[in-house]
């Protein structure tokens, strides 16, 4: 295959070579076409080749103007203001945020010469300096010839044999088909409970290893209830299943569990964390997405539904191209395809071709990890180095969710403010009758909005509008602010999101297309055309052809879903595994490629994996069977010969100890103070932002985390702005919400000391936890340190501990009395939120104020500044008397116990 490349990219050419993968130790040509395919890309037409002398014109006329009157403010290396790039044909053909600068064979259409003609009042290129007339007619000749670019031309072949991929598909584990192990026997065969124990205990053998013994039935309520819904056993729960001395007692109290709504809240949250769940765009400039709690809500429903997995992809893939039996159901499936649209976006991208093509490359990285475990990102710029994964297969990926409009509500404008990033157009419509506005009403808004912006426009960098005012701030500010208040006005009036039912997701592109491989990965610099279609890693008979009028999602969900698709079924498979045990069978759940871990137990993940398929890929039968098992209901108890064999227990000779994560921590504080609501509340605090920048350190921020800090519903309903995570949440290993987060991290760091210690939340619900035992009157002391106990660790206190207990509440009661009085006003400080960030989510610096901002910005309303060095805020948890100060102290040393912070 053979294209052209511009000849302005030839200064890549030895960064290109070095850029290929010579690991593979063969020759791939490189193309890069920015002349005829890309302006076939691009939606403009094919032209003949350029002349010697139209590539003369060129370099003699155009060429030497472009770079003397445009380049400043108009090319890679420089502003690019507009998302205009004049140094590229491409650049020129897609144009910037007003739209294409050059439309070929049409100097009419071609906006570069209604500029440089000041024709409009309001686009004079360049500013300040009109080009002669000579220049204009020089412009209008090339536009008119076919807008001649040189030209230079390299091999490409896409499609060489590559031997070290084809023996690593071959040989790889995971890409292999599914192999059918029977279980194997073991000694004692009265041991296993199901064929998953079998497996086990094999292994168990083999190591010289014994299985500790079972759990006692008070551990195991814990465990099993907090591994299936995130929260504690309530004191009737245990007692119940004390009482029940039936065989089948635990197996009724997981049917129980498994029927819960709380079960779809637990387990929608570890899908959330595979989805990078998150309600703004995180990166440069952090916009708010108001939408995007629906997603939330349809994981957990399909959790608590049991939708099998196979639908739950490709509604999530594909559910806009799905047939629906009813509106409801339709509704569900749009909002499904959130999951596409949920990634963090730099909306300040100044070209709109990368932001697109980030944007697809995130896509491919969530889906490729998600569903399949594999790092398919890793080859949009070469050949994977480690997996086969070509780049080939990589730009087959891309043309598909090319072919897909990101609808996340936003779109990309270097320097913008205001609503400037908010695009209604690119929301998806559920619904609901959307009711025009009064003409005049609108008339007066639209009349209102035009003279702000004009004013704006007028004033805007101008010397007068830079100039200091009283204030110390640019005069032009309350120009921009007037702006933003009036587009806020009108949009309104105008947005049918504002009056009907909106969710982030996807929709067919209006132009469905084949994708270019890009050079180096750089979106401008395009070479040969790649059929749309899928991973050859992966072997799927009779897998459906991509029709030529739509995006290939829907054909990709069904070959992601494929009950031949082996990898697929032992990703899922895996990522149950370790939410139940505490580590995969595969540890490296989001990555099963040849740098990730191989299979402790590889026959018992095949045996998994297809009876997950044979079993209609229900998430929760599943569970039920893992839970069931012999393996799970082991104690956690270690014998010093099995850790001297086998100190990871790798071999699962015993239930491995966990901590509790954030949200069950959190939720089990609430549960335990009687202050937990069950309930699902109405959408979600993120939904009351503006579509603006959200700075770390304003108000509308902090509102959002006083929400958070004040909700009494479970934690997967808390806001969960990028850079803004939840205290509570943050300082436990929260999930990553930029990327595919199979496995969060555990670490043991001070913050977390400190939040049991000091923070506004543990203290309130300490007190809280005081008052509900103190409240029963009858109760004497003993009986009402116990039922603390129950209530935090779910066990009855020891005599020892009930002494120590009472000892310790008589002596902080006498030294508050002896200190100052009776009653007192407690103190709890809240973090400062500018603290508050995540750097790895590439979120807005904290302390951004008008004063250190530089003078061309576009600055925010100062009513949402809150500035960096503003006081700490606390919160008073009102009059205490002693007496139920000790028993808050109390309580809150329970809430920060290993005890309460682990399940065995």
């Not at 294409?100 to 000041?118: C, I, M, N, R, T």
């Not at 008070?218 to 209830?225: A, E």
Request: glycine share 6%.
């Amino acid at each position: 295959m053979r294209v052209n490349m511009s000849r302005q990219m030839s200064f890549a050419f030895p960064l290109i070579a070095a850029a290929l993968p010579s690991i593979f130790k063969r020759r791939i040509a490189i193309a890069c076409a920015i002349a005829v395919a890309a302006s076939v890309a691009l939606g403009g037409a094919a032209h003949a080749e350029p002349t010697a002398e139209q590539l003369a014109f060129f370099e003699q006329k155009i060429r030497p103007l472009l770079v003397e009157n445009c380049f400043t403010c108009h090319s890679a290396d420089t502003n690019s203001q507009g998302g205009l790039r004049v140094d590229d044909r491409n650049g020129l053909i897609a144009g910037g945020n007003r739209g294409a600068a050059v439309v070929p064979g049409k100097p009419d259409e071609s906006l570069l010469l209604q500029a440089v003609s000041y024709a409009d009042k309001r686009l004079k290129m360049p500013p300040g300096k009109q080009l002669d007339p000579e220049q204009i007619a020089d412009l209008t000749r090339w536009i008119s010839d076919g807008a001649a670019w040189p030209q230079v031309s390299l091999e490409v072949d896409l499609d060489e044999p590559n031997a070290d991929y084809d023996r690593l598909r071959r040989e790889h584990w995971a890409w292999q088909p599914l192999q059918q192990a029977e279980p194997p026997s073991a000694q004692p065969e009265s041991w296993a409970v199901d064929a998953v124990d079998q497996f086990i205990l094999a292994k168990l053998n083999a190591e010289n290893l014994q299985p500790a013994a079972d759990a006692d039935r008070l551990t195991l309520i814990r465990r099993v209830t907090f591994d299936l819904t995130g929260l504690p056993p309530t004191l009737e729960e245990i007692d119940d299943f004390l009482a029940d001395q039936s065989p089948n007692a635990y197996e009724r109290v997981v049917d129980r569990l498994l029927a819960s709504p709380t079960y779809g809240e637990r387990w929608g949250r570890h899908w959330l964390d595979v989805a990078r769940y998150g309600e703004s765009t995180g990166s440069s400039r952090n916009i708010p997405l108001p939408h995007a709690w629906r997603y939330r809500d349809y994981v957990i429903d399909s959790f608590n539904a049991d939708k099998p997995y196979d639908q739950f992809i490709r509604e999530q893939i594909a559910g806009d191209l799905l047939p629906a039996e009813s509106e409801a159901q339709r509704r569900e499936q749009l909002i499904a395809t959130g999951f596409l649209a949920l990634g963090v976006k730099d909306v300040n991208q100044r070209f709109k071709v990368r932001f697109i093509m980030d944007n697809v490359d995130e896509q491919i990285d969530t889906v490729s990890r998600s569903v399949l475990a594999l790092t398919a990102s890793c080859a949009r710029c070469h050949d994977h180095k480690f997996d086969p994964i070509p780049a080939r297969d990589y730009y087959a990926l891309a043309g598909i969710f090319r072919s897909s409009d990101l609808c996340a509500g936003v779109r990309s404008k270097m320097g913008g403010g205001g609503l400037d990033y908010y695009d209604p157009q690119a929301l998806v419509r559920l619904g609901g009758e959307v009711k025009a506005a009064p003409p005049e009403k609108l008339a007066k808004a639209k009349k209102k909005l035009d003279k702000a912006q004009q004013e704006w426009n007028a004033i805007r960098g101008t010397p007068e509008g830079l100039a200091k005012g009283p204030d110390g701030r640019p005069k032009q500010r309350r120009f921009r602010v007037a702006f933003d208040q009036a587009q806020q006005e009108y949009l309104e009036l105008t947005d049918p999101t504002l009056q009907g039912d909106a969710a982030v997701g996807v929709r067919d592109a209006k132009e469905i297309a084949d994708t270019e491989y890009r050079i180096r990965g750089e979106a401008e610099a395009l070479g040969p055309i790649v059929p749309r279609g899928y991973l050859g890693l992966v072997t799927v008979p009779n897998a459906p052809p991509i029709p030529a009028d739509q995006s290939g999602r829907l054909e990709l969900a069904q070959w992601l879903t494929s009950p031949d698709n082996s990898l697929a079924s032992r990703v899922i498979v895996n990522r149950v595994w370790r939410h139940l045990f505490g580590r995969g069978i595969v540890s490296s759940v989001d990555n099963f490629g040849t740098t990730g871990d191989v299979p402790s137990h590889p026959e018992l993940l095949d045996h998994l994996a297809a009876r997950f398929v044979a079993e209609g890929r229900s998430i929760k039968q599943l569970i039920r069977t893992l839970v069931l098992t012999r393996t799970y209901q082991l104690d956690s108890s270690a014998s010093p010969a099995n850790l001297a064999i086998d100190p990871s227990n790798r071999q699962l000779w015993r239930h491995a100890p966990r901590r509790l994560d954030a949200e069950e921590l959190r939720d089990a504080m609430l549960a335990a103070a009687g202050e937990l609501q069950q309930n699902r509340p109405e959408g979600s605090p993120v939904t009351k932002l503006k579509v603006v920048e959200l700075q770390n350190n304003s108000r509308p921020a902090r509102n959002v985390e006083e929400a958070a800090s004040e909700s009494p519903h479970r934690s997967v309903y808390l806001p969960l702005v990028r850079t803004l995570t939840p205290t509570s949440l943050q300082v436990f290993d929260f999930a990553e919400q930029g990327m595919v987060s199979g496995n969060r991290d555990v670490t043991t760091v001070a913050t977390q000391a400190l939040y049991l210690l000091n923070d506004p939340f543990v203290r309130r619900h300490s007190l809280n936890l005081s008052k509900r035992v103190l409240s029963e009157e009858s109760a004497d002391e003993a009986t009402q340190v116990n039922h603390v106990y129950r209530l935090v660790l779910g066990r009855e206190a020891t005599a020892a501990e009930t002494a120590r207990a009472i000892e310790f509440l008589a002596l902080y009661e006498t030294a508050l009395k002896a200190n100052d009085g009776v009653e007192r006003h407690l103190v709890a400080a809240a973090t400062p939120l500018a603290a508050n960030t995540s750097a790895a989510s590439g979120g807005s610096q904290a302390g951004t104020t008008p004063s250190n901002a530089k003078d061309n910005e576009e600055l925010p309303d100062p009513d949402q500044m809150v500035y960096a060095d503003a006081p700490v805020k606390e919160e008073s948890l009102g009059p205490i008397d002693p007496r139920t100060a000790a028993w808050m102290s109390f309580c809150q040393a329970l809430f920060g116990s290993v005890e309460c912070r682990y399940v065995k």
